[in-house]
């Protein structure tokens, strides 16, 4: 064992060493280096509701590891290359055209350069010419003088907001993020917060100390040819990024005045439009600039998946992948017709098809109709003997009680439980908690169970009546995690879940029907209803896996069963 584990941990490393770092990679390193830094400051910040002598300690502790020389060429570096490889995705950015959040995390990103420059300025530049130590005494005071503190605290938000939702972007489907979603939304509100204060504190602390405003009123905080020659080097600064800017949005139409005048443009046909644009976009940029819905729930980075397309013609005019795209496409086993919008960049003509649908049924719940991972609850209802009640009656016979049973089943499933049901013949799956409260959807599961039970005996009586033969049902209970989202295509939408809640799902009923069961409830159901089984004859039914088996419960009604 010892030795196939070695193996593994060296093929493992092969494999990490052999993949050479995308931009994508680099991008989100240095950002998080940035994020790190701004994450001191903001804690630094709030180290100031103890005490300025608090916040001063921490200040030193950041002054050495930022000013040393490894955090110095590890802070300016990621500044640096951040901001470079913004300004390459903005030009490579065929149209502006977006969702807001992507908008909205485009602009707080330009505005943390404004934060950063002001910031070194006034303090490592200050130190390192006319050796200045940076102090909050000092800090916080030249700040609380100059009416400085609301601008300074709101220099930043631009840059804690757009490392907030950079993380997101790149970590909401792990599902360690799911779990932790919440926490990590409350310490994203709550740090910023509690950096104001810290700092309006410290201002209130320096403002009560008598002793400490004599002294700095006869001590000025700068020499007036120094502090005039800081400011002359911060706009000098200033104007060299407003001018890079300009410069990017420049070079962007004069590249699409230049693909004009060349008539530079190739066709991109779906399945009910054919549209022409500039050679040199990808087909998610042709989609958003012609108001054609497509899926993307990751921005156009090539991490979810969900824009993909497959090429039907001009396949030939289709670049490789690159490292990004070619990794998703491996991840989910995509076949070598299939490509992402977002990085698709065709240079000839081509006809696609989008595999997701990105405009669903008015019917589907509304937080499903984009692609979503959570915990949620599962009802499958199953005629078992559907089969052999259509060898003894006609096929006339066998439709119009396979639709019955869908309505009976259906129709007891309201609005208010939250659910969502999906009709297939002989089976009907319910799915619970798509709004995201887990508790609320497995307490339902196990109530609509004990009214579908009901039902399911006026409906074996009718079908006895008429028919003069008994039906047999199986009703399994089961939750756990699942991918969830729209599968359908145009005006054909259907909503499917796919992971460990289905999956078991459907193997606890195949263990139903192997034992005869009736009704058969997992523990994870009943745990996350926070219930007690309170029927007599449960019993217990183990299902082994691969790491914790599933335990469940067979029980001959679910009417009282629990409390």
Known sequence: MSAIHHDRVQSFLTAALDRRPTPRDIRLASGLVLFVYVTSHLVNHALGLISIDAAERGLALGVRVWQSVPGTVLLYGAAATHLTLAFVAIYRRRTLRMPPADLLRIVLGLGIPLLLIGHAVATRLAYELYDYTPEYHRVVWALRTSNGEGRQLALLVPGWLHGCLGLHFAFCRRPLYQRLRFVLFAAALLLPVLAGLGFLSMSKELAANLAFRATMEVIPAAAPGQGLALVRLRDTMLAVYFSSIALVFAAREIRALVERRRNLLVTIAYPHRVVRVPRGWSVLEASRSHHIPHMSMCGGRARCSTCRVRVTSGEAHCPPPEADEAHTLARIGAPACVRLACQLRPRGDIAVVPLLAAAPAPLL??????????????????????????????????????????????????????????????????????????????????????????????FENRLEREFGGAARFTVVVHAGHAAVGDIGFQDAHRLMAVGAATDTAKRLRARAAELGLRFIVSSAVIDGAAATIASEDAQRVELAAAGTPTVAYAMSSTSGAFA
């Open 365 to 458: 719940p509304a937080p499903v109709r984009n692609s979503v991972e959570r915990d949620i609850a599962v009802m499958l209802v199953d005629w078992c003997d559907r089969a052999a009640f259509a060898k003894r009656h006609l096929p006339q016979d066998v439709l119009y009680f396979v639709q019955l049973f869908g309505e009976t089943v259906a129709s007891i499933v309201s609005n208010e439980d939250g659910a969502h049901r999906e009709i297939g013949g002989d089976e009907v799956v319910v799915l619970f908690g798509l709004d995201g409260d887990f508790a609320h959807a497995c307490r339902t599961a196990l109530e609509v169970a004990a009214r579908v039970e009901r039902a399911l005996e006026a």
